[in-house]
């Protein structure tokens, strides 16, 4: 996300009216969410020092890495330079996972499941330097309940210097609960142990964390909808994706007749709407899936992100490791 969009939700948020039936969020940190008033006032950027650089989206290394999160700076450290701010859980729900080892790139952290919301959706917070000690699986949690100091841990390659201590937080929804068979059947990962299981990074999809943050009350389903469909995807499948049977709100159509999926996709990976198939539409493939149109406005910003290949035109990496993930229960 730009500075302008960032800084446009923000002011959007002061502007507008809240609804009325919508979910309570709170900021994620300790940080006085009243002092927010433009992006350079929460985000932590990477050694390049560049705002947006914590931000959404294809933001690192001059545009050819993303980032499925944002970064949230510290607001106080100790004598040491280290963050004495907390990471609070953004809203109601009850923890789904903890990680308190430093085994990968997201160092310590926590998924929270948010089950109440308009649509159930996960929270991710990484790089604590300490989770907190009482927290257990299944826990119920209140919006705003600490769950860990800020912190800089992560087994990735480039390590976080304390000076950038910072919180990465997604919001995102799980795209299966087949990831580990999946995982399990790539040949790459044959001397990689899964240590995170489900909540593996690429099984939780991550959209744009400013859609929730901006205001303290939020429609999660209506959020998400408002992300634009970059590319589409046609699917024949023997069984519903488990997909679907955990966001019925994103399909439409008459799923019981369904003998495939017409899935509308984000540029960067999110599945957003699920039209259901019969045996004789048009669309339907033959065998597997194929891709379908591509929104040419975002044919560039696809490539980077790996949803079409070089060409332009096949379909790239990710779209083909999402689509293999989310049909991992359909066959």
């Known amino acids: 996300m730009s500075l302008r969009s960032s800084l446009c939700l923000l002011s959007y948020a002061l502007l507008t009216a809240l609804p009325l039936d919508a979910t309570d969020v709170v900021w994620p940190t300790t940080m006085d969410r009243a002092a927010i008033h433009a992006p350079q006032d929460y985000l932590q950027p990477t050694v390049s020092g560049k705002t947006e650089s914590g931000s959404f989206g294809m933001v690192r290394e001059d545009g050819r890495r993303f980032h499925e999160g944002i970064d949230i700076r510290p607001t106080s450290v100790n004598a040491d330079g280290e ?9 109601d729900g009850q923890v789904a996972y903890l990680n308190p080892n430093i085994n990968g790139p997201y160092g310590k952290y926590v998924v929270l499941f948010h089950g109440s919301a308009e649509i ?24 705003g309940t600490p769950i860990g100091l800020m912190g800089h841990t992560s087994a990735g390659v480039s390590p ?29 990962n044959k001397q990689s142990a899964n240590l995170h299981e489900l909540y593996n990074g690429q099984n939780l999809v991550g959209m744009d964390p400013m859609l929730v943050l901006a205001r303290p009350k939020v429609d999660l389903l209506a959020a ?21 049977q955990r966001y019925p709100a994103l399909a439409r159509g008459d799923v019981t007749r369904a003998a495939g999926w017409y899935v509308e996709f984000a540029w960067h990976g999110m599945p957003l709407r699920w039209t259901a198939l019969d045996a004789h539409s048009p669309q339907l493939p033959s065998g597997g899936w194929r891709l ?10 696809l490539i980077q992100r790996k949803m079409l290949g070089a060409d332009g035109r096949s379909a790239g990496e990710l779209l083909r490791q999402n689509v293999e993930i989310l049909l991992s229960t359909a066959r």
């Open 83 to 91: 963050p004495l701010d907390l990471a609070l859980a953004a809203m």
């Open 292 to 301: 379908m149109e591509v929104d040419q406005e975002k044919r560039a910003q």
């Open 160 to 188: 976080i210097t304390k000076d950038r201590s910072h919180l990465h937080f997604e919001v995102g929804l799980m795209l299966s609960t087949g990831y580990k068979l999946w995982y399990a059947a790539q040949a790459e």
């Open 224 to 244: 998400l909808r408002s992300q634009p469909t970059a590319l589409t995807v046609a699917m024949r499948t023997n069984r519903t994706p488990d997909f679907v």
């Open 120 to 143: 159930p959706v996960y929270t991710l917070y990484a790089h604590l330097a300490k989770i907190e000690p009482s927290l257990r699986v299944a826990q119920p949690l209140r919006r």
